[in-house]
């Protein structure tokens, strides 16, 4: 059975997308609300696994990863059992069923051009019942998505939580942690330094410098994974956008500040942005389309895509319903 969250889950939920890290006192005084309040409301949550706090590398800074976005299209009497199948692959992002019932959207982290060249040229073709794919390089993925609060938060809220990034530092020279510690953050990002020293056979010391290193350099991206439709949200929809290649950066940086875009990135093919939004029903996704999409220049063709269920979403795997 499904939890049922007030407005004070949802909105305690919303800090934690924005900020999977935050301490308690931070999350209390950007609600309003006492910090007793938020750990007897959040607590539940977390240990229930409703909010999973993770991590993803940014592929933008790990030079070996090879960002795709898949379109596959199979035969709908195999369509979960070949999107369950992507989905047991550790380097899918997200796998979602679209709205026709015959394809399935998927984003994968490839290890390099040889696991690229491995999936489209071996592994899917292989795949019984899959009828025909596009694959498109995500040439710029744009980080706000990262911290999506599903628009539950003020401005002043969601600014006092995500301050304007600085630049990238440096990439650090690799520790011998590092992948080990990404892996422990990708179970459990709101893990103390003490405890993932411990799990790690470190100090809390050394894991709190690589930790801020790491996210510093932008190596990788706290995330806090939910069910949206916890949160209200009961419409979701890719967007296949087409622009101008001068409107392209702007166009992408605007979708995704935007308080109902939890994904935007840059793709090669037909289509050269590609947009997930998530919408309170399918009026208020026609709103976005008319309102926000419709007030951009440029924008020279736009497919619609609406999803049917998620089996993955932040490399986390959905439970199913």
Known sequence: ????LDAIDRRIAAVLMAAPRASWRTVAEVLGVSERTVVRRAAPLLHSGVLRPTA??????????VPIALRIRCRPSRIKAIAAGLARRPDTVWVDVLGGGNEISSVLFLEGPQARTALLLRDLPATADVLSWDAHDLMKV????????????????????????????????????DARLI????????????ELAARLGSSATTVRRR????????????????????????????????????????TGQRLSRHPQV??????????????AVAAEDLGGLYDFLTGTVGALDDVRALEVTPILSSVKRTGLLRPAD
């Open 1 to 4: 059975m499904q939890p049922v």
């Open 262 to 275: 939890r994904f935007a990135a840059a793709t090669t093919g037909a289509a050269n942005l590609l947009v």
């Open 211 to 250: 930790l801020d290193l790491l996210l510093g350099a932008h190596l990788l991206r706290l995330a806090t994974e939910v069910d949206l439709r916890l949160l209200g949200v009961g419409s979701e929809a890719l967007l296949w956008i087409t622009t101008g290649p001068g409107s392209l950066d702007g």
């Open 142 to 177: 744009h980080p706000a998505g990262f911290s999506w609060s599903a628009g539950l938060l003020t401005e002043d809220q969601y600014a006092a939580l995500t301050p304007v990034p600085p630049e990238p530092a440096p990439a650090p020279e690799p520790g011998p942690l």
């Open 56 to 65: 993803v590398r940014n592929p933008a800074r790990h030079p070996g990863l």
């Open 183 to 194: 892996d422990q953050l990708t179970a459990d990002a709101r893990a103390g330094c003490t």
